[in-house]
Each structure stands twice: as structure tokens, then as C-alpha cells.
């Protein structure tokens, strides 16, 4: 399988621990990019990398969030002090560009449920 | 600011009738991109089409077809022959050129139903 790849697919937390999640990109993309998706909406932007180097950071992003994406391969995305709002589906998606935008091939997800 | 409207929340159909999701957005850009994904219940969004601000020709992929019209800021997507298979959420989303990061900006997604 060589799609952008995410684990777990699915966690259960209780308000208050860290939780991590990983996403691994399809291997020559040097994009990547990770969204939230609550019930009922589209997924909205979170932040993103271009090689290892974090570029952007939405306001959705909060100081409890962190990403990371070392040796610009996988990245990791932390949660802290996890709340019952950070329940949703943490979407992962994968990028080749090259100046123009380009399709974002995109994860099964990390689906958080926060207890 | 982008914005993506995908005014339809739920549209259901009978398998074989046609069926047309529409998608309005707007930017200040005159470069951008415009992305129809579909999320089936499995849940993973699958890419289906790519549209850049200057090339307005309809495109036809078997019984998919996309209209975008850049007078009315539209770009919306028709399946011919609708199948049960159809069945998922589709998502229209737009991307700046001079946002670097060309992050996606989605619409709140239409939920298709056909019934067989």
C-alpha cells in the first residue's frame, strides 16, 4: 500500500491525558498537511510542512497542539491535557509541489474520542 | 478570506436518475483551485477532480462531469446514472494560489443517498 498511512485509527482518551498521533505520507511527498473533522463539517486546516520545516499553523491550533515532522518523512501531531472538544477526526493528507497547487491525497484518519 | 458553499445538505435519489451537486466559492484570488472529494462511509476522502482558475472547459470522466463557471463562482458536480455505489459525502474545496501552503478550504459537504 503506498497511500498516506495513520495510526491508530482510532483512540480513546480521558480528558486530561496526551495523546499522539502519526501519519506516514506517500514516500515522495514533500507536503504534508493535517486537518480536523467534526460531525457534520468539512475538515478544516490545522497545520502544515513542507519537508521538515513547519510552515503554518492555524488559529484552530491551539498551544496544547503540536506537530512535528522530523527528517521530513513521517509527522506527529500531540495533544495535551486533551479536552471533550478535541474529539473529532484528525485527517492526515499528502502532497507533491512544486510552485502550483496540487491534489492532496489524504488518510483514512485518527478518529479521537474524548471521555 | 476563502469560502466554500455547499448550500444542499442531503440530496437523495433513485439508483439511475441524474443528480447535480452545486458548490459556490469565493476569493479575492484570481489564481486558485477548486477540488471535489468524496467520502464514502469507510471515511477516507478520496480526490476526484482538480480545476485551476483558468480553464473553464467542462470535463467529462465517464458519468462524472464538472461546470465550472467563474462568472457565477460556481463549480458544480453532476453524476449521470447515479449508482448505489454514489452513496457518500462530497466535498467541494478551494485552494489560493498566493497562500503558499495551498491549504483546502471545504465546504460543509452534501450527503448523496441512492436507492436502489
Known amino acids: 500500500d503506498t497511500g498516506v498511512s495513520q495510526d491508530p485509527r482510532h483512540k480513546i482518551t480521558k480528558r486530561g491525558q496526551n495523546v499522539t498521533f502519526r501519519c506516514d505520507p506517500i514516500?515522495?511527498?514533500?507536503?504534508l498537511y493535517w486537518y480536523r473533522q467534526t460531525l457534520g463539517q468539512g475538515p478544516e486546516f490545522l497545520t502544515y510542512?513542507?519537508?521538515?520545516?513547519?510552515?503554518?499553523k492555524s488559529r484552530l491550533l491551539s498551544d496544547r497542539f503540536s506537530a512535528e515532522r522530523p527528517k521530513g518523512s513521517f509527522s506527529t501531531l500531540e495533544i495535551q491535557r486533551t479536552e471533550q472538544g478535541d474529539s473529532a477526526m484528525y485527517l492526515c493528507?499528502?502532497?507533491?509541489?512544486?510552485?502550483?497547487?496540487?491534489?492532496?491525497?489524504f488518510g483514512p484518519g485518527t478518529r479521537l474520542t474524548v471521555t | 478570506a476563502q469560502k466554500v458553499t455547499q448550500a444542499q445538505t442531503e440530496i437523495s435519489v433513485v439508483e439511475k436518475e441524474d443528480v447535480t451537486l452545486d458548490c459556490v466559492y469565493e476569493t479575492r484570488d484570481t489564481t486558485y483551485y477548486l477540488f471535489w472529494y468524496k467520502q464514502p462511509p469507510s471515511g477516507e476522502l478520496v480526490f476526484l477532480i482538480r480545476?485551476?482558475?483558468?480553464?473553464?472547459q467542462n470535463e467529462i470522466s465517464g458519468r462524472y462531469s464538472w461546470n465550472f463557471q467563474k462568472s457565477t463562482s460556481s463549480f458544480n458536480f453532476t453524476i449521470t446514472a447515479s449508482q448505489v455505489v454514489d452513496s457518500a459525502v462530497y466535498f467541494c474545496?478551494?485552494?489560493?494560489?498566493?497562500?503558499?501552503?495551498?491549504?483546502?478550504?471545504f465546504g460543509k459537504g452534501i450527503t448523496l443517498s441512492v436507492r436502489p
Open positions: 493528507a499528502s502532497s507533491l509541489e512544486q510552485g502550483s497547487s496540487y491534489e492532496q491525497y
Open positions: 510542512f513542507q519537508n521538515e520545516a513547519q510552515l503554518e
Open positions: 514516500s515522495e511527498h514533500n507536503r
Open positions: 480545476r485551476n482558475s483558468f480553464d473553464e
Open positions: 474545496a478551494l485552494s489560493e494560489e498566493s497562500g503558499a501552503n495551498s491549504k483546502l478550504t
